[in-house]
């Protein structure tokens, strides 16, 4: 028997109570894509086929991120000990130009990166679940997208949260044929909770994805119309480009903690790294803290999440376009030159911080609405999938005839070296727009492993925050045994470098708390939320802690 679950937010930290399960599990941010998932490993599919499934679903139900027209990347452990890393972020079109965003004094057009045409880069989700199934399915093609197929056409009806993200969408919508079409009310009237919505045009592109597969998106019906939508509104993306699109099997990165290791993902995504960075500086430093709230390791944590978001900023961008010093990054000399420089009595602003030295590497050639799934099946194979259309909504253009939202993904290169993005984030020539060049991410999907079997499974939504977020949420469980819950509701907080500030969730901070860390040089903003986190843990026991994160309203499923 399934069992289904749906989170609410609490400010509560103690005895939450947690959604747990003994054989296999979904977290996502939809309680039905959730329970697809597990319908389908409890017809006998593994985790790849339920997070096929529930991708695809989420493309359905929640458009302002699951997507068709969009990219991610996934992390897996596998029953016999080995891991993959599959990388199926978009890429810059062949047209694509490293100006291409920049006025005639060469200054960044921020909009032209963000909303309409222009802003998309070549999507990857299709081909990218295409070659999952490839490699590890064990259920039809066919069967997987049947629910996405059914949730499109016969509808759903809308919770809260879906129609207030729809409206607050509508201005934007109504710039553009097809979005205006699919995701505004023909009276013009506003959604609200219950309404029924469905997508017919969405519904055939998924049966044509259906029957044939990657040919479905990338070739015939469905590619003409995403020409078309291009040719119609100047964008980039060519016939061409969807022929020459190919998702990528990478070697994940592997980091030890305690004892431990994290599995992440390699570049384009910057979270494997940073993450990486952040545990092996903790573990180098000693320290250790009694209270996960405590003055001393808030500070503490801040100025290793500025470091290593300096170096993010620097070094980071497409390794297939020129190299990123992975190695030299996660050194253990090298973290400790940066240990060396944090004081802890007092944050060193980021002007003081920049990146720190490698000798002889020169580079040349750098939204909130993510949403990250994780699923275990009773084999003990264990998926970690982040996927994106970069802001809500993505560009805001839906492929008319199609269905689909398109992504704004070229946001996420440097447009214009040295400023920032939507997120605020900065970057370098390593990761300025070339041709066929994947962006890089903030997207961190990750498996925490003990003697190579997983224990937790984790990811989370929001921009840059996506790698603190899913950082602490680990760490809550690791190093003060939280259940999988309390790892979520537990307030966050951020630093990314630059801009240099603190980040913390309203009316989470105590007041001491607040005034000390003031007083230290951070410099503090309230955000109603800092991201949002999907994950699973598997207790010592073997039952399935199974956690959405309740600053949304997803859920989890299992059985």
């Not at 500070?299 to 980071?316: E, G, I, K, P």
């Not at 603190?502 to 951070?522: A, I």
Request: charged share 20%.
């Amino acid at each position: 028997m399934i069992f289904a679950g749906v989170c609410t937010y609490t400010a509560q930290t103690q005895s939450l109570w947690v959604d747990t399960y003994t054989q296999a599990a979904v977290s996502s941010a939809d309680p039905v894509a959730s329970s697809i998932g597990v319908e389908i490993m409890a017809q006998g599919g593994n985790a790849i086929d339920a997070a096929i499934a529930v991708h695809f679903a989420l493309a359905v139900t929640t458009p302002r991120a699951g997507n068709l027209g969009g990219g991610g990347f996934m992390v897996i452990q596998h029953s016999d000990g080995s891991s993959s890393a599959l990388d199926f972020r978009e890429k810059a079109p062949i047209d694509a130009f490293r100006e291409m965003y920049l006025d005639e004094q060469g200054e960044a057009i921020s909009q032209k990166s963000l909303l309409g045409h222009l802003a998309s880069g070549v999507p990857g989700s299709v081909d990218g679940m295409v070659k999952a199934h490839e490699a590890y399915g064990h259920l039809s093609w066919h069967d997987l997208l049947q629910p996405a197929v059914e949730l499109a056409r016969e509808g759903y009806p809308l919770r809260a949260s879906q129609a207030q993200s729809l409206n607050a969408a509508k201005d934007d919508f109504s710039l553009f044929e097809g979005s205006a079409l699919y995701f505004i009310k023909t009276d013009g009237s506003a959604w609200k909770a219950g309404d029924v919505f469905r997508q017919d045009d969405l519904a055939r592109t998924l049966e044509r994805i259906q029957s044939e597969g990657r040919a479905g998106f990338y070739a015939g019906e469905t590619a003409t119309a995403l020409i078309q939508e291009m040719d119609k509104g100047g964008g980039y993306i060519r016939q061409q480009d969807l022929d020459e699109y190919e998702s990528v099997w990478r070697t994940p990165i592997k980091v030890a903690y305690k004892d431990v290791e994290l599995v992440m993902m390699p570049m384009p995504s910057s979270g494997g790294v940073v993450i990486g960075q952040l545990m092996r500086m903790l573990e180098m430093s000693g320290a250790s803290f009694d209270s996960p709230q405590s003055i001393e390791r808030t500070h503490f944590l801040v100025q290793l999440m500025s470091r290593s978001f300096a170096d993010r900023a620097t070094y980071m961008g497409d390794a297939d376009f020129g190299e990123v010093p992975v190695h030299e990054l996660l050194d253990t000399e090298y973290l400790e030159t940066r240990l060396s420089t944090l004081s802890l009595k007092k944050h060193t602003p980021s002007d003081e911080i920049s990146h720190g030295p490698i000798d002889g590497w020169t580079y040349t050639t750098e939204s909130t609405e993510t949403t990250h799934f994780s699923v275990v099946d009773g084999e003990g194979n264990a998926v970690a999938v982040t996927t994106t259309l970069n802001g809500s909504f993505g560009s805001k253009v839906a492929v008319r005839n199609a269905g689909f939202l398109l992504n704004n993904e070229m946001d996420d290169f440097s447009v214009k070296p040295g400023t920032p993005n939507m997120f605020g984030l900065v970057g370098s020539e390593a990761n300025a727009i070339a041709p066929g060049k994947r962006m890089l991410s903030s997207m961190s999907p990750t498996i925490v492993t003990r003697d190579s079997k997983p224990v937790i499974i984790a990811g989370a939504a929001g921009g840059p925050r996506i790698i603190t977020a899913t950082w602490l949420a680990i760490l809550n469980i690791l190093d003060y045994e939280m259940n999988a819950m309390e790892a979520l509701t537990f307030p966050r907080f951020h630093h990314q470098w630059y801009p240099d500030r603190l980040l913390v969730e309203k009316q989470t901070l105590d007041p001491d708390l607040h005034r000390t860390l003031t007083t230290m040089g951070h410099e503090i903003v309230e955000s109603s939320a800092l991201a949002r986190v999907h994950l699973l843990h598997i207790a010592e026991d073997g039952v399935i802690e199974a956690a959405a994160d309740p600053r949304g309203d997803g859920g989890t499923a299992g059985f």
